[in-house]
């Protein structure tokens, strides 16, 4: 059975977005798609002495683009970033341990388009952090035809895909049966259950950018995403049938 994935790229993305990543054997990365000001592919949340509060990529006003046909033409933010990585985690246990990687992404390189950017650190956090083997690729690749879901299952078709794994949000528009009638297993992906780990500044929060957990639990990391399930260790994992 070969899984897929085929998600939009974000920035620093949550800890459930690697949990699919690690679910597939390939993940897409579905980037020429209308781009969505306000959303996950220019920020994400972290964790500060105020609460929750969002990081975001100045990438403009133009909602006329595809993700990957956005452009970031200003790189001051990069030192605004890091500065505020440093200011909110660096007393973290384990900040020391990927400060450097954070250090040289910021400052450097000027990173001028926002797919490029987001698939770098996705595929470094993957392989270099949480282990993942994964193989990832671009929608663009395929050249797939259609609009919404028909381009999406024409996609899938051309990855070869035995199963195709999808996040909840997706239910709003996706038919079961279409996937179905191709021979395509679809898995609704399942965030629930996660244990929570040390985090600075309470309450627990878990939708957050995964550099809050990895500057907090380091190599742990993965047992958090994916680990548990099924660890007697953990009171909130599954009883094994």
């Given at each position: 059975?070969?899984?897929?994935?085929?998600?939009?790229?974000?920035?620093?993305?949550?800890?459930?977005?690697?949990?699919?990543?690690?679910?597939?054997?390939?993940?897409?990365?579905?980037?020429?798609?209308?781009?969505?000001?306000?959303?996950?592919?220019?920020?994400?949340?972290?964790?500060?002495?105020?609460?929750?509060?969002?990081?975001?990529?100045?990438?403009?006003?133009?909602?006329?683009?595809?993700?990957?046909?956005?452009?970031?033409?200003?790189?001051?933010?990069?030192?605004?970033?890091?500065?505020?990585?440093?200011?909110?985690?660096?007393?973290?246990?384990?900040?020391?341990?990927?400060?450097?990687?954070?250090?040289?992404?910021?400052?450097?390189?000027?990173?001028?388009?926002?797919?490029?950017?987001?698939?770098?650190?996705?595929?470094?956090?993957?392989?270099?952090?949480?282990?993942?083997?994964?193989?990832?690729?671009?929608?663009?690749?395929?050249?797939?035809?259609?609009?919404?879901?028909?381009?999406?299952?024409d996609l899938v078709r051309m990855t070869g895909a035995d199963r195709y794994v999808s996040g909840p949000a997706a239910k709003s528009y996706v038919d079961p049966h279409r996937f179905s009638e191709i021979g395509v297993e679809l898995v609704w992906k399942d965030y629930s259950g996660y244990p929570e780990y040390p985090q600075r500044y309470p309450p627990?929060?878990?939708?957050?950018?995964?550099?809050?957990?990895?500057?907090?639990?380091?190599?742990?990391?993965?047992?958090?995403?994916?680990?548990?399930?099924?660890?007697?260790?953990?009171?909130?994992?599954?009883?094994?049938?």
């Amino acid at each position: 059975m070969k899984s897929v994935a085929i998600l939009q790229s974000n920035y620093l993305p949550w800890k459930g977005y690697f949990d699919i990543i690690h679910d597939v054997d390939l993940f897409v990365f579905y980037d020429d798609l209308q781009y969505t000001k306000n959303d996950w592919r220019n920020r994400n949340r972290i964790k500060t002495g105020n609460g929750a509060e969002w990081i975001t990529i100045p990438a403009g006003e133009d909602s006329n683009r595809l993700v990957c046909e956005v452009t970031i033409a200003n790189p001051l933010w990069q030192t605004k970033h890091w500065k505020t990585l440093q200011q909110n985690y660096g007393r973290s246990p384990h900040f020391s341990r990927y400060a450097p990687f954070f250090q040289e992404f910021y400052l450097g390189r000027e990173w001028k388009s926002l797919s490029q950017l987001n698939h770098y650190l996705i595929r470094e956090f993957a392989r270099e952090f949480l282990g993942i083997t994964t193989e990832f690729r671009d929608s663009r690749e395929y050249a797939a035809k259609g609009h919404k879901l028909e381009r999406l299952l024409d996609l899938v078709r051309m990855t070869g895909a035995d199963r195709y794994v999808s996040g909840p949000a997706a239910k709003s528009y996706v038919d079961p049966h279409r996937f179905s009638e191709i021979g395509v297993e679809l898995v609704w992906k399942d965030y629930s259950g996660y244990p929570e780990y040390p985090q600075r500044y309470p309450p627990f929060e878990h939708r957050v950018s995964i550099v809050d957990l990895l500057f907090n639990v380091g190599p742990e990391a993965p047992w958090y995403i994916w680990g548990w399930r099924g660890d007697p260790r953990n009171p909130a994992a599954p009883t094994p049938a």
